[in-house]
């Protein structure tokens, strides 16, 4: 067991793209905030990169404390055997008491391989982060392990676990986006930057960049969104059981999300289950893109009002959601575990409730 | 060309789930392929097609609960998996991601170890100067034991006669161009490649993949890279090289990887036909027979410290669980009573009330409270209108409800 008194402040790994932290990273920052606090504590960001000179205080901006910047040439690309070794030597040199990324391709691969390295554990896919204490039952007696961090996460089974490292340290997680709300921007926060100079052996860089190019970006922006209406597998036949062309269902959900942009002048997106994505429902090619998907493997949102249409609520999909102010379930299936976590549930197609929504809407009058 | 195709065993969607302080009971559940392993199978079949080699299944956990979806591989499209390790041991139960790298990783070793001592024992049989008899008949006892692959020994009828062991006994080669190939199959032996899904369908952590790459780079010592979320792929064997697409987020990157190497296979990957040109080389390299039966290896056969086995060698602890809590209010269409309006304070036997909002739930009202608010006719049952009034602001004409 290592002696964990050593092991202080809690660090967020930071992505930086067209010269700005990505969005998720500042709210890996806000969780982070939130833990350190608990525990007085600093947020340390760490930035991987080259001329990183100009964002480098941007993770102080939204909270941080200080920021670890290793900015170099050779580091331009992510790769992750040199980002792994640069990590790793800085989590065995400085300590770190818990260590966060945000839960995308980079992150996960990156914490996943520093934390093997670093020998300790990862919770992967956090959607939240508690600090308790953890009390293990052994035969030789009941373990307490002071001030850890609960890393909250999906279940496989139908529930929600807490993860503990009790023994090792860094405490590793990656964190979904959507998972915390970022703190304002604030340029008047003051802290230190420190410059990390990394000797990194040439085996670590036997992978070679060829090219790299941008996919074009989506203009799906769920996590902007503050109504969603998402769609799921219900769709593709009505309460009788007929089949039904799920287009028509997408145009009403579309419909609907255009007169309450419309009349609330709010932001409004269109979502889907995993499901519906998977299915590959020849007619909605194009429309029900995987840019859409809701849910663990997918996105975690936070509208005001998230209207599910034909969902039956897997339990990754009521995680994705668990964070919207208010849920609207409709489904034919009275049992639908959907229903356990919505505030307003209607039983009933789809087919007829959503344009009788688009028409209530329509025909109201907005209340001042 | 070793390609190890890793995956593990997922709970059935209509198993019951069996845990044991929040660690999967597994013997205990049905379970099959975790459905994202398929794309790895895939990617290590076309690897082998067009590259050669063989590919081979390993995952961990009860072997008699493992070796019906081991034995389905085998059939798996398109030549189907060659041969399947099983790391099965008690000491190896419930682990999380670093342990289960841990052992994989050193699973990996022992299958490559097993092939370069075999490709080892030919070598030496050469130095000691054998008859091109005795060179043939181990080739041959290796050759059954799928160890060595068709250009050193082969049955197959359109190589017979034109492998190594051939031309040594025909006189067409000599010891040292046979040390040369033998080396030369040696390296490519070493230059194994580690395909898995991008995670599985319980876990869905995506974590076990680049760990086991770093517990590679342990174990030999040098920079073992990993790459997740390939959709393309291609090899170079001669050069020993692995060319993959990867998608991050919204950029895509093609890399240059040298091999022993660990991917991950995205359900994005398609794999497309190898060329004829390519075939022919792969058969070379392929390995002439499929061993059917799984081989088993438990902890001491792996030489692995127990300490980091299983729940004993997992960093972390599945805490209790919660549930998702259901709102305070829930609200139905056509079945829950509210207030159509809102009601001021009010007393009734002695007794004070209110005021209470329009749209109040009124079931979870005491009944004689229900009963006066029935009388005065402010009970109604929750509306899609009220829905959208409540909801959204938006007050329904009464016009527009016609």
Redesign the interface.
Known sequence: MQQNTEYKDVWVYCEV?DGALTRPTTEVIAGARKIADRMNMKVVGVMIGYNLEKVAREPIYYGADEVIVCDSPLLK??Q??PY??VLSDMVLRLKPWAFLFVA???G??????V???T???????CIDLLVED?V?HTPQGTLVFKDCI?Q?R???????????????RPQMSNVRPGSFSPLPRDETRKGEIIRWEAEI?A??F?????????????NVKLEDAKVIVSLGLGILRDASGNPRNPVEAYEHAEKLAAI?KD??KVETEIGASRALIYAGVKELEGLIIKDRQVG??GKTVAPD?YIAAGISGA??H??GI?RAK???AINTDPDAPI??????????DVYE?LP??V???G?????A | MLILALYKAVPARTTKIVTIGGVLKREEMDLVMNPFDNKAVEAADFLKRAYGGKVISLTMGPDFKLKPIASNLFEAPVEGVDESYILSDRRMAGADTWATAYTLALGIKKIVDTHLSALDELLSLLRSRTSPQEFREKAKELYEKNLVPNIIYSELPTLKGSTLSDRLIKGESDFEEAARVIQKVKEESERFIVVAGIKTSDGETGSTGPQVAEALSGIYGRFIPSVTYVRELEADPESGYLYVVRRIGDLLQKLRLPLPCVITISTEYRPVPPQLKARKRARLFSYGKKITESIVYNADSLNADPRNLGFAGSPTIVGPGIDIGAPPVQKFVGKTLVLSTRVEEFELNGKKYGPFEKFTKADTLPPEVLDHLREKGVVKLFSLEDLVEELFGVRVHVAAKH
Do not use: C, W
């Open positions: 793209q690309s992510y992750a055997l792994t070794y995308n391709e980079v996960r691969e990156l914490g996943a391989r934390a093997y390295k020998i300790t554990g990862l919770a992967a896919d953890f293990m609960a909250v999906p279940d496989f089974a139908t529930r929600i676990a807490k993860i503990f490292t009790p023994k090792h052996p085996g670590a036997a992978v070679e960049v060829l090219e790299e190019r941008r996919l074009p970006k989506s309450i009349r609330l663990q493997t009002v339990i990754q009521r995680v668990m208010k849920i609207v229903f356990q976590i919505a505030h307003y549930g209607v039983v009933g409730v009788k929504l028409q209530l809407l025909g109201g009058e907005v209340e």
